[in-house]
Structure formats: C-alpha cells, structure tokens
C-alpha cells in the first residue's frame, strides 16, 4: 500500500485559517451507508443512551518560542516535550543550526541553552522551568498550514473546553466543537464520558516520507488510559453501548491500551501506526475533523471506515465546501463492515 493511495486533491481555499463563530458551529459530515450533511449540532441525535464519549483531555502548553543567538541572530523553538523540570526537547529554526554549547535568549530571565541535537530535534537545558518561561514567553503553537501568527482568540479557541492535562503541542481538534451546553446535553441523554490523555506532539505535522507505507514509522507520544476508564468501556460494550471516539488522539490511546486484545490501564509511550488492514477492538464509531493528503491520520481514519469510502467522503466534502483542517469542520464515521 502506497503513500499515494491516500491522496486527494484540495483547494487551498478549503483550509480553515480560524474557527467558526461558536464552537458547535461548525458542519457534521456523517459517513455510514451513504453520506449525509449536518450542522454539528445535530450530532446528539445520533447518540443513545448507554454509548459512552470519549475524550482526549490534553492541554495545548504555549510552546512556541522567539529568541536570539549570541551573535544577535534570530531564532524560533517550538518545545517539542518538556523532559525534566529545565529541560526539554525542541524543533530549533535559525538561519545557521546552533551548534552543543551555544545559548538562545528569550528574555532576562530565560536563556536555553543547546545541550545536542538528535535527528531535528534539540535538547535544551533552561535556565528556568521550562513552564516559567512558556507561560511568559510562549505562544499558542498553530499547526503550520494556517499561515498565520496565533492571535489572542487562538488562546481559548486552539483548546478544548475540558482541557486540564498540560503537555500538547497540538490540539485534539475534534474535541474543539463541543461547548458546556453540548456537553451537557450528552449527558442529558443517559450518554456516558471517558477522558484520556495523549499529548500531542509537533511530529503529527511531519509528512511521511517512505512511498511504502508499511515503511513509515509514527512519533512517540505520551498517553495515559485509566483503569476506570478501561472499566468504562468494558460496561460500555457489555450493556450493548458503543464506544465513540472523539478524535483520532482518542483512537490512538483506547487502541494503544487493548494491544492485547482486551483494553487495560496504560502509562507511557506509543508509536501505534494505524493504516488499512488494522482490526479495531476498543472503537465502534469515530468523530474526527478532515486530515491532510497522505497522512497517518487519514490513513487511521480510512482503515475505520475503508478507503474507499474515506476517499469518496472527502471528495463529497471538496465539492460541497466544507471547512479543512484544525479549525474546519467535522465527520462521523462508522466502520466499514466489508
């Protein structure tokens, strides 16, 4: 399976370079045996109860940075995973690459310094903690096909309502339509919520560059799966409910802790790769936004739901104008039965 069998042609006019008005403002493509057009706010409607929600509660940290070299130049970090309390590891742009030993300024009070460098990223050692510093300095990282500077709307909007675990670099943008009334109005229907945590890192912007797709290999990120919430989709399934992933994150944790077949508690790292061919065992539908072409995230979302349909979906999508990308609108897909 080729890199080009998950390619799609689309007008750079669809990207979504800021949010809708209001968070469920967005649109609802579903995706079962046939296609059908939504407001999002539709998307209670096809919940019932005893289906249980679940959620990636990752908080996006203010990762980016701009400093200077010694010798006056500038340069942008974009903290990539704080490691220890000064330390972190970082995607580094300056016109040269700063060499082991050299220093990047911020302000006064914070100065990282370069302590190697491993493939693109950068191990930095602050002079502060390094969450000092981000919460002075930092600012809201926007996934680089916005082309844009993260403005002060993009501080509340570029998070999810029930973010409370720091440590992303990313948003889980499916999450991003849900406002406290939507919220409220799942639980009104006897539907159940589960929040996991994956932080996202800047990785999941990175294209994949192997033709093969077989070949590439996914970032780590780190994931947290409770027992309680394994408990939860467990009594889930027995009772005749369905598990709704919101979001790819969310795919990505729930099928990272059931490795073995039956879901349990997990703590760590995954590099959980997931393309066509994959059987699902903790995810029976999935609320995600529109992915980039030839993407891992695409390909997560076309072994849900197969490809060909995935793909026919996203030409419906083109052609009807939907909104692409972290900010663009949604779909709701159920898994392909063939």
């Not at 704080?82 to 016109?95: E, F, K, N, P, Y």
């Not at 990047?104 to 930095?124: H, N, P, S």
């Not at 590439?216 to 780190?222: P, T």
């Not at 900010?327 to 392909?336: E, F, I, Q």
Request: hydrophobic share 40%; aromatic share 8%; proline share 6%.
């Amino acid at each position: 399976m080729l890199l080009t069998d998950f390619d799609f042609e689309l007008p750079p006019e669809l990207i979504a370079r800021y949010p809708a008005k209001a968070r469920p403002g967005s649109r609802l493509l579903v995706v079962a045996e046939r296609l059908s057009d939504h407001g999002f706010t539709d998307f209670p409607t096809f919940l019932a109860a005893g289906d249980l929600l679940v959620f990636n509660d990752t908080r996006v940290i203010p990762a980016r940075l701009r400093g200077t070299k010694g010798s006056g130049g500038k340069v942008e970090v974009l903290v990539e995973r704080i490691t220890g309390r000064t330390t972190a590891i970082a995607q580094v742009r300056a016109s040269k690459s700063p060499k082991p030993g050299s220093r990047i300024l911020f302000d006064e009070r914070c100065v990282a310094t370069v302590a190697g460098r491993a493939g693109g990223m950068y191990t930095l050692t602050f002079s502060e903690p390094v969450m000092t510093c981000l919460e002075r300095q930092g600012e809201v990282p926007l996934p680089p096909y916005l082309d844009r500077d993260a403005e002060a709307a993009d501080d509340e909007r570029y998070q999810t309502i029930y973010a409370r675990t720091p440590g992303a670099v990313a948003a889980p943008t499916a999450g991003l339509h849900f406002d406290q009334q939507m919220m409220q109005q799942t639980l009104e229907l006897g539907v159940q919520h589960a929040f996991v945590t994956l932080h996202v890192g800047a990785g999941t912007f990175q294209p994949l560059r192997e033709p093969e797709v077989s070949a590439n290999r996914l970032h780590a990120e780190r994931i947290v799966v409770s027992e309680a919430v394994c408990q939860q989709v467990e009594q889930t399934r027995a009772g005749g409910g369905r598990v709704i992933a919101v979001g790819t994150t969310s795919v990505r944790a729930l099928e990272a802790a059931s490795g073995d077949g039956a879901i349990a508690p997990y703590d760590g790292e995954t590099d959980i790769f997931i393309w066509p061919g994959y059987s699902f065992r903790s995810v029976d539908i999935l609320l995600t936004n529109f992915h980039l072409p030839q993407s891992s995230l695409l390909m997560l979302v076309a072994a849900f739901a197969g490809r060909q349909r995935t793909l026919a979906a996203y030409q419906h999508a083109v052609a009807e104008r939907y909104r692409f990308f972290s900010y663009g609108d949604a779909m709701l897909l159920y898994p392909d039965r063939e």
